[in-house]
């Protein structure tokens, strides 16, 4: 199609302003509506999965080769540590088999209702999905595994963060050192509870617990029971003190390095309460009756 | 060929293939450098173990956007760097567009000063090049805060600063490599 120069360069002169105004355009759609952009997110995600897949397990053989050499420099000294380990650990394994059988028989005597088994999947990490400000990482399983919006990821040793968006074959874990990341935890040895927030470097930080309870250095801090599908007692780490008055929890699994996640499923075991619980119910009233003076629907 | 009138008729039946073998290789050769750095962004989302990819991502693409809008716009045209700057922004998790913004900003000013910028030794192209990425990261930094309704800690964005400034010689000697084997002599 023949157009005059002087037309081409103010059209080609105009693109920049275009483009700019799109951009724009496409911020405040995301702020208005935050859902489809999460779903453009997850559908890009779910394309690039296998893509994604196929980079990622040579990365990882790679980190796992380097450990064993590392390893393998120093193996006289840990093979040492080991024993020890394994002698200790012996010695936890019967105090735990007893306890297991107390348990057991507790539960016989006390008509104990037995709680339903979380269902798990476990995912590769595939990506990290923080960005510069956030901690996340998306792992290569959807809701066609299994997985929803909320369920738990437990990393080797314990609570490491929340599913917050789900695609089908990808899903985003929000990890516990976010800023967004606020747990409600309970404190094994003070008793107490707090919030764990993450402050973006890797311990997260104790908050709004008791004045006149303080965490003590190295009590283990497990998760509370105070929010939907986030279970009580998964453990999470250790308490310890990077400064007088600043508490922080040593994660027992670092949120920086892993590679492997389970994701559970506890909203089975989430108990459903009973209707109005304790509300007097409401009387219906017949046409002759003078109105109430509670009545919601009257025009005053 | 000699000057002509541009309004002026073609001979379809001489110059249709040759003009559409010719295009069609233009376009390949226009597509090449952003398909790097988009097939570049998408796996290096991936973890590889390399620690702060995430930081080098943003970067990245800010080094590339600015080298392509000084030497060759024609390769990083406004519509391209829109679209990288959302594939990055929905592979970051960062709020969408932001980095679309941004980068057409940088864009758009380089361009401006495009010829003046041409002239400058390596060195002090550098030193543009870091005050630009400086400012490009603390406007993303701002409006993210804005966006957040949340002032977030700037050091993320000088981090990220830094490291587009320390990749951008590597950069500059790649892509100027690239730039050589496209449109070197004898390919224009």
């Known amino acids: 199609m023949p157009v005059s120069i002087q037309i081409r360069q103010a059209l080609e002169r105009l693109v920049l302003p275009f483009n700019l105004l799109i951009a ?4 405040l759609i995301g702020q208005a509506e935050p859902r489809l952009v999460q779903a453009a997110r997850m559908f890009l995600a779910d394309i690039m999965t296998p893509v994604r897949s196929i980079v990622a397990e040579p990365a990882m053989q790679f980190s796992f080769a380097v450990k064993d ?20 650990l012996r010695g ?24 339903s088994e979380p269902s798990f999947v476990t995912g590769r990490v595939i990506a990290d999905a923080g960005g510069l400000y956030g901690h996340a990482v998306l792992i290569g399983a959807g809701t066609d595994s299994g997985i929803h919006d909320g369920n738990i990821a437990l990393a080797a040793d314990g609570f490491i963060g929340r599913v917050t ?3 089908h074959h990808s899903a985003r874990v929000l990890l516990i050192n976010d800023t967004e990341s606020k747990i409600p935890v309970t404190l094994e040895a003070s008793h107490g509870s707090a919030i764990m927030t993450g402050d973006r470097t890797p311990t997260p930080r104790l908050m709004y617990y008791a004045q006149d309870n303080h965490p003590i250095e190295g009590e283990r801090v497990v998760t509370g029971g105070q929010i939907d599908l986030l279970p009580a007692g998964l453990p999470v780490g250790t308490v310890h003190y990077i400064q007088p008055g600043k508490p922080v929890v040593v994660p027992f699994s670092s949120p920086d390095h892993i590679s492997i996640l389970r994701i559970f499923n506890f909203t089975t075991t989430h108990t459903e309460p009973p209707e109005a619980p304790g509300r007097i119910p409401q009387i219906r009233r017949r046409p002759g009756m003078p109105p109430s003076p509670f009545s919601m629907t009257g025009n005053g | ?20 073998v010719h295009r069609l290789d233009a376009l390949a050769r226009r597509l090449v450098p952003g398909g790097i750095i988009v097939l570049i ?32 716009p024609a390769i990083m045209p406004a519509p391209g760097i829109l679209a990288l700057g959302l594939i990055l922004d929905l592979v970051g998790f960062a709020p969408l567009g932001i980095s679309a913004l941004t980068l057409l900003l940088l864009h758009g000013v380089t361009l401006q000063f495009r010829y003046g910028l041409m002239r400058l030794s390596f060195m002090f192209l550098w030193i543009v090049f870091s005050f630009s990425a400086l400012l490009t990261c603390l406007l993303q930094l701002l409006l993210t805060s804005l966006l957040g309704l949340a002032l977030l ?24 490599r690239v730039n050589r084997a496209l449109h070197g002599p004898g390919h224009e």
């Open chain 1, 24 to 27: 724009i355009a496409i911020i």
């Open chain 1, 69 to 88: 050499l590392r390893g393998a420099t120093q193996l006289a000294a840990e093979n040492a540590r080991l024993r020890a380990e394994n002698e200790t």
């Open chain 1, 92 to 115: 936890w394994y019967d105090v735990a088999l007893s306890l297991a059988q107390e348990n057991e028989t507790l539960k016989t005597n006390l008509h104990w209702i037995p709680e």
């Open chain 1, 165 to 167: 968006e789900t695609g």
């Open chain 2, 1 to 20: 060929m000699a000057f002509s009138d541009p309004s002026a008729p073609h001979d379809p039946g001489f110059t249709r293939r040759p003009v559409f």
């Open chain 2, 41 to 72: 962004v998408l796996v290096l989302s991936a973890p590889s173990g390399l620690p702060e990819v995430t930081s080098l991502l943003p970067s990245f693409v800010i080094a590339s956007v600015f080298f392509w809008s000084v030497w060759r």
């Open chain 2, 153 to 176: 800690p700037p050091q993320p964005a000088f981090f990220e600063a830094a490291l587009a400034v320390g990749i951008y010689p590597l950069l500059a000697v790649f892509y100027t």
